[in-house]
């Protein structure tokens, strides 16, 4: 009776959460640990590195894949791994607040990476196993849609709750105005001063002053220059930002063969002739917009070993009136009672009086995504015991006992062996290497440039307004270009499609060259931008997905077809772990710039793909 039971268990039961389950730890670990990253300040070179350590499991996925067959069912690994990911999930909330997070999260986001890519293959398995053909069919689309939906809760919701978490979790917000003025004084005067603070027992901010007034006459390029000297200055020897390391500093820090004879070689090689150099924007008359000073000091000491950090930006008023500088500021123990300094511009053009508002927000940053990854781990935790009940006990979802270990190791080598020996193996290989190389370069530095400040060239938003946009804009214009692809796919097939694809996955990453070269506030422009791109990539990808389902047909074809998405995984891994690098030598614009070139392999391949004329076209009833 029980069996007859569980044989009845509707798909509509599991499939939905099942694949829902599967797309959300492996969005964790590619995106929103990358937004995490950024917001505690990790640099773009370490987070693009060894984040794109992450994809490592899937990359090595197929080695391991025929042993969730051989040990215990798929069933006791999907419920296994679904425990094992929540438990994971919890500990980076533990560490999210400890000193050493970064190396510990890292440690654990790589373990839950391996247990999702598991959990991958025993889901796809049990897909198989738990349905017959005409229900394969049938849910294909549904099981998609649900793992498109976890896209779109890790990378919009998610990056929302954390955002939020921040702005409720820390001090009351700085706000301070600024002005223009055609009669205001015009000097500034660069000399740290003594400001009176209120005796309160409240710890918030004070700005001085808290309107600032600027003369609307410009200013010369070198005063423009002193200013922002002074001020980086003061905030570098006071500990409100990291100081720059000297040559000396370097060179100690990248005290390897390597990193003497080639990467910082190379390195300044590249930043030299090709990195981006971003010039104050000057009248005919060389001169630039009037430029003044913001001192924010604190009211009362921070607790022993706790930073508040302060996240400065434009709030309303004439966007005329810019932060320059100081959008990042950490206060400490040691430097509460000294002042940090922002900088504030006037565009060269404004000759009228107008006034603009500046926010700043203080929010705990760790404590919100440690309870963002709380609220995570509670929820694989819901999977695992959903699932624990609700999955059916297919006959055929058991150990393969059968066969003796000798027996295993070599079917496994011939497995392997078949797959190199396929005919046009290089050329398929370099295909899965090099159609997405413009795609893994961007992807790592999207939500970074997001998020990074004017003055660095990003733009500047919010955490909750990157969840808007990147999250859940840009997921479904993902998601329905895949649509748009699979539909035009089956019309006319892959061959017919493979240039039109080839291009969308390509040449919408001028939207990312567009949004740096002319750093738009406006957010509806910004959602286009990435919503072109996005929709782009999702048409693109089908043809990359049905190449790789066409190459790996024939005998062993899920093995194989497994092998193709550890060189599709490890496309994008390669690339990504220097796109960081890179990006710190060129800037964002030349980094844009330099993903428009990676088209140039990407295409260049097309040409010699061999596919079948009728491969993909839907047959007629």
Request: charged share 15%; glycine share 8%.
């Amino acid at each position: 009776m029980e069996n007859n039971h569980e044989k009845k268990t509707s798909p509509w039961a599991w499939i939905p959460t099942l694949y829902f389950a599967e797309g959300l730890p492996y969005v964790v670990a590619m995106t929103v640990a990358v937004i995490m990253y950024k917001r505690l300040g990790i640099s773009n070179t370490d987070i693009a590195l060894y984040t794109s350590w992450l994809y490592l499991p899937w990359v090595i996925k197929p080695f391991w894949s025929p042993f969730v067959d051989i040990i215990k069912t798929k069933r006791w690994w999907i419920v296994s791994m679904q425990l094992l990911i929540g438990a994971g999930l919890a500990g980076v909330a533990f560490l999210i607040p400890m000193p050493f997070f970064f190396q510990a999260t890292l440690a654990v986001l790589w373990l839950i990476a391996f247990s999702s890519a598991t959990h991958d293959i025993a889901a796809d398995g049990f897909y198989m196993l738990a349905l017959d053909s005409s229900q394969q069919s049938f849910f294909v689309g549904i099981r998609s849609t649900f793992y498109r939906l976890a896209m779109i809760t890790g990378q919009g919701v998610l990056i929302i709750i954390a955002g939020g978490l921040e702005n409720f979790t820390g001090l009351e917000p700085l706000q301070f105005t600024a002005q223009s003025s055609k009669t205001a004084q015009t000097e500034i005067v660069l000399q740290p001063q003594a400001f009176t603070v209120p005796q309160t027992d409240e710890m918030t901010f004070v700005a001085f002053p808290s309107n600032l007034v600027l003369n609307t006459n410009n200013i010369s390029s070198d005063s423009l220059n002193s200013i922002k000297a002074f001020a980086t200055e003061q905030n570098q020897q006071n500990g409100f930002i990291e100081a720059e390391k000297t040559d000396a500093q370097r060179k100690e820090d990248n005290a390897s063969w390597w990193s003497e004879k080639v990467s910082a070689p190379l390195g300044n090689f590249i930043k030299t002739n090709f990195g981006e150099k971003r010039k104050a924007v000057s009248g005919s008359d060389g001169k630039v917009g009037n430029t003044g000073l913001v001192a924010i000091r604190l009211t009362k000491k921070p607790k022993d070993g706790e930073t508040v950090v302060l996240n400065s930006s434009f709030g309303k008023g004439d966007k005329s009136i810019s932060l320059l500088s100081g959008e990042r500021i950490v206060f400490t123990e040691e430097n509460w009672d000294k002042p940090a300094y922002l900088v504030v511009q006037l565009d060269y053009k404004l000759k009228d009086e107008v006034k603009s508002e500046f926010k700043g927000i203080s929010g705990n940053i760790k404590l919100a995504w440690s309870i963002t990854f709380f609220i995570l781990a509670g929820l694989f935790i819901l999977f695992f015991v959903y699932h624990r009940f609700v999955l059916p006990r297919p006959d055929s979802d058991h150990a393969t006992v059968t066969h003796s270990a000798a027996d295993i190791f070599r079917e496994f080598g011939l497995t392997f062996k078949s797959f190199f020996q396929k005919p046009g193996i290089v050329l398929a290989i370099t295909f899965m290497l090099l159609y997405r190389l413009g795609e893994a370069m961007l992807v790592k530095m999207s939500s970074p440039f997001l998020l990074d400040a004017r003055e660095v060239g990003g733009l500047g938003l919010t955490t909750g307004q990157v969840g808007l946009v990147y999250g859940t804009v840009g997921v479904v214009s993902l998601t329905l270009g895949g649509i748009v692809g699979g539909i035009a796919a089956s019309r006319k097939g892959l061959k017919y499609w493979i240039w039109p694809m080839a291009l969308c996955i390509t040449l919408p990453h001028l939207a990312y060259l567009y949004l740096s070269w002319f750093t738009p506030e406006s957010l509806i422009l910004i959602n286009i931008a990435v919503a072109i791109e996005q929709f782009g990539y999702g048409f693109g990808f089908t043809a990359y997905m049905l190449y790789m389902i066409y190459f790996a047909d024939g005998e062993h074809k899920t093995a194989h077809y497994a092998i193709c998405t550890g060189f599709m995984a490890l496309g994008m891994m390669l690339p990504g772990m220097i796109a960081g690098w890179l990006q710190d030598l060129l800037g964002y614009n030349h980094f844009f710039i330099w993903v428009m070139i990676c088209a140039i392999p990407t295409l260049a391949i097309i040409p010699f793909m061999k596919i079948d004329k009728n491969y993909g076209i839907k047959k007629a009833s």
